[in-house]
């Protein structure tokens, strides 16, 4: 009787013991109070674990009964451990509040919201510092790589002796691309065969790009999107950096920066020597890489006046004389035959101020203007092209938060004045361009799924007429691992003489644009993308997806022509230009290694009355990618491969597909660093697939560039690190 009882009182006892080997919690956001789904609870030493539901909820079954020690983790937030005693973890549901790993929460300028980029309904791309400081390895002078190793953009090299590059976005020709630094329009008009060979990236801090129109804030030229590049600020740790590279091809690299905050002032300092001998590595007798000498020095002052106010000014300036061409004649030995040259020579100075006044509760008055001046030099064999641009830009703007909306209201003044120091018979080319502006923007949480972000401009310019621009972008965040943004927009493009096409010219025989035979150019277009991210084996393999379709409509592009033997000019063609394709990015990190996959499908084409054209300098087909092994404080390494697909060319030929390979090395200390880089080692050249130019080399006609000339390059140096850290 009595085992009869006691194995009834067992049986009866079975169900609580069974519960009691049950971990239960609910895991959430810290912030949001929002449940975590698919993160992840184990018992470190053993084989327990588990990931939470869509609810958060996450179940550990046969636990032990003793005082627990309990990991959990999910991705974009810092992992933690924690106790609990087995009296309260296994009778009761625990709430496990998380925060989010600030690594994870980059924060953007460039839509002028207070938002993460995960909560930005825009889509953009950002560049981090890590990267700009690895790629600023490869190409310590300039900002070429820096842009074109990403998906969906390509530097087009406007100029076979001098290196005079552009940038295209999804296709499109450049000058449907705005560059801005820290908001401010510097690289465009005359400057713009120059600008990104101007553009160190040594005092950045990051890279934002915004593919598609972005006219509602910035206004006309972003078609195709826009790049804004974000200066370092100071802290009040100091921070001193100087980078020293060298090349096999005969380029020298001097770069400083210095930036501090003191009390109530702040102060940053870059300046930098870059210069390169003239480099034939194909011994075709003209430079592959020019012989070039520039200097830039680029202060900004920082004042905190008080809790509510700061300004900001800041000036730059640089001069660079660039000359390509024939290697005789640049070395000094000049005759008859060896007498080609393309020589740039080219100033600027620029301002920048900024005011912003802080606004009871949550209001932000910023007040900002800019002034450029650019002198530029183009002289050839018999021919010069002389001129000075004179741009200004105006901006007052007012951004407030309300209820779970941000708002943006603003207007801006932009003027650009040209005038040529007449060398020629053409047709006078200056010009004065004036553009008022006005616009107004909305970020609206709909739901805990959907934000939207809406936008109207309109801006009349007074030689032109005027372009009325709404924007719309959607965001549906389904879960912290996916989301989706959907985007559409109009753009216009004032008609100008610089261009891509015309500063192949050198703009000779050119004739002007004006608003009697010129109209705007007027654009629409969007895009859609799908991200995806997620986390395997506990979190120790992270992987990253994005998934983006775009396209673009320009209707009556503005096109060089030939209008007689010799002569040239920009006419609006009765037709437009589509650009439509996806791009497809990949990143999968696991411990040490980091890989990064990319595709690009662009399908441009050119549409006339009477027949469909391809457009030229443009792949179909563009990857990328790049292992990375990092030890952080210790090694970074990478390899990288780039493929470009055959592409047409403006005299009817095509031209081949090739591979880019590269390998980078950088050993870290405390207090400095030595870096290698192998360009290019597969030493793929334009030159090793057929003639450069044709006719003489004393006169000769230059095909288009559609891939490199300079071949394998090494370069190396010292980065000294003397910051206060």
């Not at 047409?648 to 031209?655: A, I």
Request: charged share 20%.
């Amino acid at each position: 009787m009595r085992l009869m009882i006691i194995l009834a009182l067992a049986f009866l006892a079975m169900p609580s013991l069974y519960a009691q080997n049950n971990f239960i919690a609910k895991v959430k956001d810290k912030t949001s109070r929002e449940p975590i789904a698919g993160a992840t609870a184990s018992l470190p030493g053993t084989e327990i674990g588990n990931a939470a539901d869509e609810n958060g909820l996450v179940i550990l079954h046969n636990v032990p009964q003793t005082k627990l020690l309990i990991r959990f983790s999910a991705l974009g937030y810092i992992p933690t451990q924690d106790s609990f005693s087995a009296s309260s973890a296994l009778t009761d549901t625990l709430i496990i509040y998380m925060e989010a790993d600030e690594m994870e929460e980059v924060h953007v300028s460039t839509t002028r919201s207070t938002r993460t980029i995960q909560d930005i309904p825009t889509r953009i791309e950002i560049i981090g510092g890590e990267e700009v400081e690895e790629k600023a390895n490869m190409k310590p002078g300039d900002i070429r790589m820096l842009l074109s190793e990403s998906t969906g953009i390509q530097m087009l090299q406007t100029s076979a002796t001098t290196g005079n590059a552009s940038i295209r976005i999804q296709g499109m020709d450049g000058r449907y691309t705005q560059i801005l630094k820290d908001g401010f329009p510097l690289y465009a008009g005359f400057s713009s065969g120059l600008g990104l060979l101007q553009t160190p990236p040594l005092d950045l801090k990051q890279v934002e790009i915004v593919k598609g129109s972005s006219s509602t804030l910035y206004g006309g030229g972003a078609i195709a999107g826009l790049v804004n590049l974000i200066s370092k600020t100071p802290a009040k740790e100091r921070e001193l950096r100087f980078l020293i590279n060298t090349t096999s091809a005969g380029g020298l690299d001097l770069n400083g920066y210095f930036g501090q905050r003191f009390g109530k002032t702040g102060l940053t300092l870059y300046a930098a020597r870059n210069s390169n001998s003239p480099y034939d590595p194909a011994g075709t007798g003209l430079t592959a890489i020019p012989e070039f000498e520039r200097y830039t020095i680029n202060p900004r002052l920082f004042f905190y006046l008080n809790d509510k106010i700061d300004v900001v000014l800041g000036f730059n300036a640089s001069s660079e004389n660039r000359t390509g061409g024939d290697m005789q004649y640049i070395k000094g030995h000049e005759d008859s035959v060896h007498a080609y040259f393309e020589r740039n020579i080219s100033q600027r100075i620029s301002s920048q101020a900024e005011i912003k006044i802080r606004v009871k509760p949550k209001g932000l008055l910023s007040i900002k203007n800019s002034v450029d001046h650019f002198d530029r030099v183009i002289k050839t064999p018999g021919y010069t092209f002389d001129g000075t641009q004179l741009a200004t830009f105006t901006e007052v703007n007012f951004s407030t938060e309300k209820s779970g909306s941000e708002f943006t209201f603003g207007a801006n003044l932009f003027t650009d004045q040209f005038t040529e120091n007449k060398t020629s018979s053409v047709t006078d080319r200056d010009y004065t361009q004036t553009t008022v502006g006005v616009f107004a923007q909305n970020t609206w949480d709909i739901s805990k799924y959907f934000a939207l972000e809406s936008g109207l401009r309109g801006d009349y310019v007074l030689e032109y007429g005027a372009a009325i621009l709404p924007r719309a972008s959607l965001l549906y965040k389904a879960s912290n691992k996916l989301s989706s943004r959907l985007t559409a927009g109009l753009g216009y493009k004032t008609p100008s003489v610089f261009s891509e096409e015309s500063e192949r010219i050198q703009y000779r025989n050119v004739a002007p644009v004006s608003p009697d035979s010129n109209k705007l150019e007027k654009s629409y277009g969007g895009n859609w993308d799908i991200n995806y991210r997620t986390s395997l084996a506990d979190n120790k393999i992270t992987i990253s997806i994005n998934q983006l379709f775009f396209f673009t409509h320009l209707d009556n592009p503005l096109l060089l022509s030939s209008s007689a033997p010799g002569q040239f000019r920009f006419q609006n063609i009765t037709g437009h230009i589509d650009a439509q394709g996806s791009e497809t990015n990949i990143k999968i990190g696991l411990g040490h290694f980091k890989l990064f996959l990319g595709y690009t499908y662009t399908h441009t084409h050119i549409h006339t009355a009477n027949s469909i054209q391809e457009s030229t300098l443009t792949p179909a087909h563009h990857t990328n990618s790049v292992l990375m092994f990092e030890v952080e404080d210790k090694w970074k390494l990478g390899l990288e491969g780039y493929y470009y697909s055959s592409q047409k060319l403006s005299d009817g030929t095509t031209g081949r597909d090739y591979w880019l390979c590269g390998f980078m090395a950088e050993r870290i200390w405390k207090r400095f660093s030595l870096f290698i880089n192998f360009e290019n080692f597969l030493d793929n050249r334009q030159s090793k697939f057929g003639s450069i130019y044709t006719g003489s080399i004393t006169s000769p006609v230059f095909k288009d560039i559609y891939a490199p000339l300079d071949g394998f390059v090494i370069n190396g140096g010292l980065k000294l690190n003397l910051s206060a850290k």
